[in-house]
């Protein structure tokens, strides 16, 4: 059986010779682009982060960041999940202080 995604070649062979299967991955493996961890969040004594657990831009008042830049490290899954649970705790962080004022 010959497949589409393994540009014709069965798995077998791909698994059965290393130079097919070296140029089927050079060919359709690349890297995945998530653009987070630009704006660190953590203490403001760490020279690497850029905001506080809230979101608040070290040094910069009624400024935040609320999105993935703010991850410590990039997550090894997909960005989207941890990205909404970042802006819902942003958010909640947001109508606190609001609340407090």
Not at 28 to 39: E, K, L, M, R
Not at 47 to 76: E, K, N, Q
Not at 77 to 99: C, F, G, Q, Y
């Amino acid at each position: 059986m010959r497949f589409a995604i393994t540009d014709g070649r069965s798995i077998s062979d791909l698994l059965t010779n290393d130079e097919l299967l070296d140029r089927f991955v050079r060919q359709n493996v690349f890297g995945n682009f998530h653009p987070t961890s630009t704006c660190r969040m953590g203490s403001a004594q760490d020279p690497t982060s850029v905001t506080d657990p809230s979101g608040r831009v070290h040094g910069i008042s009624g400024l935040r960041v609320a999105d993935a830049s703010v991850m410590p490290f990039c997550p090894r899954a997909n960005t989207n999940i941890p990205t909404i649970m970042v802006a819902e705790k942003m958010s909640d962080a947001l109508m606190h202080d609001r609340e407090q004022q």
